[in-house]
């Protein structure tokens, strides 16, 4: 009778399947008609998704928006109009290059058939959000965004490189080794940029842009304020791998049609 120690395997243990989590969907408004008939531009996520997120965001004073849809559904989001943001990748890449390979440092990228034949961008990219690291809660959002705000928000996230040479420029006037730190040593606090007018013809309409609040220069101080913490980095590094994982595979998933798009207040499959 053969015994388990009579063979010798070259491969293994077996692969599992990754655990699956709801990221919490964290999107921009690009300019969304509110119950009180003004206009709110700004990061939304909605009320009542996730319990600890919502006593997270009550505890950091984060105020709460009621969006109308075009269904005419009044819900109630969480309103921060400009995030300080911990972006859970190794880098951002350029449009081009991502059409170009497979490749993703942690933010998923691609291009979707939309009926008719319309190629139409999507970005996705896992978050964690200074204000709420703050108060203890370092769990993962989901940003999510499509079309023309696909390349605002790439732009807004090259700016952080300019931030990191800051702070070996820095190190180096005070006489201390380069740390070439990593994309999230630093959260990118991104919000609503002047209107700009987009589309042609009947389907032209002003919207609000996302960018970057970094000053320029970039100062000692603006380092300071957004250096991340020890809480902060453990959890990023922690999910770092298995999201350079997702986001090559969501990418696939984007440009093949499966993945969804998911729209305020939806919740998104991402790996814990």
Do not use: N
Not at 58 to 75: R, T
Not at 133 to 160: F, H, R
Not at 200 to 212: D, L, N, R
């Amino acid at each position: 009778m053969t015994t388990t120690d009579e063979i010798r395997f070259t491969r293994g243990p077996a692969r599992r399947p990754q655990p699956q989590a709801l990221d919490p969907v964290l999107q921009w408004s690009s300019g969304l008609p509110t119950a009180q008939r003004a206009l709110y531009a700004g990061w939304l996520s909605e009320v009542g998704r996730a319990r600890a997120l919502d006593e997270a965001m009550h505890e950091a004073k984060v105020p709460q928006v009621q969006i109308k849809h075009g269904s005419g559904q009044v819900v109630r989001h969480w309103a921060l109009e400009t995030a300080d943001l911990y972006v859970i990748a190794d880098g951002v890449q350029t449009i081009s290059e991502m059409q170009t390979t497979g490749d993703r440092y942690g933010i998923a990228f691609a291009w979707r058939t939309l009926r008719g034949g319309r190629q139409q961008s999507q970005i996705r990219f896992r978050v964690v959000v200074g204000a709420l690291a703050a108060v203890g809660y370092t769990e993962p959002l989901l940003v999510t965004a499509k079309g023309t705000l696909t390349g605002d928000i790439i732009a807004a996230l090259m700016q952080q490189y300019a931030v990191l040479d800051a702070v070996d420029a820095f190190r180096r006037q005070q006489g201390k080794p380069e740390m070439q730190p990593p994309f999230y040593a630093c959260s990118i606090p991104l919000g609503p940029g002047r209107d700009v007018t987009r589309g042609s013809g009947e389907a032209t309409k002003e919207i609000t842009p996302v960018v970057a609040a970094i000053p320029q220069p970039v100062t000692r101080d603006y380092i300071l304020a957004h250096w991340a913490t020890r809480p902060v980095v453990a959890r990023v590094e922690g999910l770092m791998e298995a999201t350079i994982a997702w986001s090559v595979a969501t990418s696939v998933q984007i440009a093949a049609g499966e993945e969804r798009a998911a729209g305020a207040g939806e919740d998104a499959p991402c790996p814990q």
